[in-house]
Each structure stands twice: as C-alpha cells, then as structure tokens.
C-alpha cells in the first residue's frame, strides 16, 4: 500500500481485560487498518510462572501444550465465540492463565480483524521453559 513509506503503530492501554469488551474495541479499531496502521497484541499463548520448567529441552508440561493447541485451532477456524469464552471452553485455561492479561491483547487483535478470516496463521510456536509463545498473524 505504502511501499516506501514508515508503517504507523497505535500504541494504547488496555483499558480493561474483559475478552468481549476488548474484541468490541478491536473491531472500533479495525478502519485503521485500512490507512495502514498496524494493530499489534503481544503475549504468551500460555503465562503461568509458578509453572515454569528450567531443564533446557524439557518437554512442555500438558497444561501448556494442550492451551495452545486449542488456541492455535481456536484461532485458525475463527471461532470467535470459543475464545471470548476461553476460560470454560479451553483445556487447563486456569493453569494456563491464572491471570488473564497477557491472553489479553489477542483478543483486540482478533477484534481488529473480525471481519476477514481467511489469513489468520501461527507466525511463531514453540516453547520457552514450559510456557508456549505462539504468535499470530492476521489479514
């Protein structure tokens, strides 16, 4: 669109971590996409310190793995209604994310593109002591 020019990035708070309240503001956001502004949410696929796995190249405990399956799924099929939900509807979500923000910004993301899921793809996977670190990459 721009091929010579700067990509602007909005930076802003969160302004709660409620899944729904903040899919409504990333669809508020989404015309922005279309001058060019990059939407960005950052977090782990799963967050849970006190569940940390300090051998380098141990296997990934269950809980971690199994959240980020269904969140990889979740996301790839568009199942928007399963991921606002996520703390009933995905495996070990609690374990997971004891607290929710940084399962958060996904879903201002995913708000921001809503409207266009045929190009939603995992862009990093993996694991770091335990805990996935997949990302997303919409539109």
Do not use: C
């Not at 991921?83 to 929710?100: E, G, N, V």
């Amino acid at each position: 669109m721009y091929p010579d020019a700067d990509v602007p990035v909005l930076q802003m708070s969160m302004p709660t971590l409620e899944p729904v309240r903040l899919f409504e503001i990333g669809r508020s956001l989404a015309p922005l996409r279309d001058q060019g502004v990059l939407i960005v949410g950052s977090g782990f696929t799963t967050h849970n310190l006190r569940e940390l796995r300090p051998e380098p190249g141990a296997a990934p405990p269950a809980w971690s793995a199994e959240f980020d399956e269904w969140t990889d799924r979740a996301v790839k099929a568009g199942d928007v209604d399963a991921l606002l939900d996520f703390r009933a509807k995905a495996p070990a979500a609690r374990i997971a994310h004891p607290r929710t923000e940084h399962f958060a910004p996904l879903f201002m993301a995913l708000g921001a593109d809503a409207d266009d899921a045929s190009d939603r793809r995992s862009v990093i996977d993996g694991y770091w002591l335990g805990l996935a670190k997949r990302s997303f990459q919409f539109g």
